[in-house]
């Protein structure tokens, strides 16, 4: 749950956490009641849309999170996490296009922001361009170099391209990091390349 941008009402504040506290325990639709709550008490308390549309992300309504997080930018339009949020709904929705300009616009605010690239990487692999997938996912490891996701998806963009000897290197990384399912099953099918 993304926490973040508390506004300067206290009893917005209170009824924000309660969705926090309701949304960790899983019960978004109590949390969508308490980030509601928020936003009455508070309409720039940018943190209330983001986790309103995070809850109604959660619940696969991804037309009420991109509102949200679309109020969200309104009121923070420098908030990296927003664009990025938005993008994820987007591409949920399957509007590749629009999830890569979110992502885009995410970077542009916080370029160092890996986990963005990783997003915006798989929405490029989803377009078949192995190539600016590959480029994102190897500025997300320049980043941080124990981001899993990285390494497994730029293995899989290799494989795309029949590069198994690359995919298997970024595969045996991603294994060290706690990631090995992708290495296992690429032992299983005979792919892997020294």
């Known amino acids: 749950m993304a926490v973040f941008a508390f506004g300067a009402n206290s009893a917005a504040d209170e009824a924000f956490d309660r969705g926090v506290a309701a949304a960790k325990q899983g019960n978004m639709q109590e949390a969508i009641k308490r980030f509601t709550q928020a936003i009455r008490l508070d309409l720039k308390h940018s943190g209330a849309y983001n986790n309103h549309g995070y809850a109604y992300d959660d619940l696969g309504d991804y037309n009420k999170a991109i509102a949200d997080y679309a109020q969200a930018i309104k009121i923070d ?31 542009k605010i916080d370029p160092n922001y890996a986990k963005v690239y990783v997003n915006r990487g798989v929405a490029y692999y989803d377009l078949d361009d192995y190539g600016k997938a590959i480029a994102d996912y190897a500025q997300a490891i320049k980043i941080d170099p124990k981001l899993a996701d990285s390494y497994v998806n730029r293995a899989v963009a290799y494989g795309a391209l029949d590069d198994l000897k690359s995919a298997t290197k970024d595969a045996r990384k991603a294994c060290e990091l706690g990631a090995c399912e992708f290495l296992q099953a690429m032992a299983q099918k005979g792919y892997l390349r020294d």
Do not use: F
């Open 77 to 107: 339009p420098n908030d990296a996490r927003l664009y990025n949020n938005r993008g994820l709904a987007r591409y949920n929705l399957g509007d590749t296009s629009e999830a890569i300009a979110d992502y885009t616009q995410a970077i």
